[in-house]
């Protein structure tokens, strides 16, 4: 396992891992991530409920924190204690039922909507698209500039999702985020540790670039 000071959040895609969904998230997992939000969002609740079961045993496993999405109810039957949700599901739910969860986190687009989630209670957030993705065709990257805006508002961790690779996640990094969240790199990688390699290889080489020691 590669332990990476950049927290690496694995977002889920069963189709893009294929038939083969499983034992790609058994090697993410063992791969050194810090957190799996199961996004899965074509599943309905049963469909949903059965793979998050699945997910679970293999995240608990190698004790990595697993996250469900917009499926409240499933995740209360599976005592699972952390949930994301979209802004909107988050502004909807009463206080009573908030305090069910362990931490919530929401997905958010602009600063209006960070903000929002902030004061809604949110853990964390995921803010994007940051850069170019395939899972946003002909959408335009926020970029960092919308990043480090959200960033030196909030006082609640910040993870950049979208487009992010080992060379622009410490870009985000350098923007305040407190992570970044990968999907295509970590679903389709033959070797998924190797991701979180890259990216601390890559931290070793921007601090001697500029000059910084190495810790």
Known sequence: MI???????????RRLAGEGFTAQLEKIVDGGVNGVILREK??????????????KRICSAAGVPLYLHSYAGAAERLKIGRL????????????????????IGASVHSLREAVQAEAAGAAYV?????????????????????????CS????????????????????????????????????????????EEIAKYRSFRRQSCGLPRD
């Open 3 to 13: 332990m990476c000071m950049c927290k690496v959040i694995c977002v889920t895609s």
């Open 153 to 196: 508002t909030v006082r609640i961790p910040v993870y950049a999702i979208g487009g992010i690779t080992p060379e622009t996640a410490w870009d985000c990094l350098a923007a305040g985020a407190a992570g970044v969240c990968l999907m295509s790199s970590l679903m389709q990688a033959e070797d998924p540790g190797s991701i979180l």
């Open 42 to 55: 074509d599943l309905d609740e049963t469909e949903y409920e059965r793979l998050a079961r699945e997910a």
């Open 84 to 103: 994301h949700l979209p802004l909107a599901k988050l502004l909807q739910m009463e206080a009573e039922e908030k305090k069910r969860f362990q931490e």
């Open 126 to 150: 995921t803010a994007g698209h940051v850069f170019r993705t395939d899972c946003k065709k002909g959408l335009a990257p926020r970029g960092l500039s919308f990043l480090e805006e959200i």
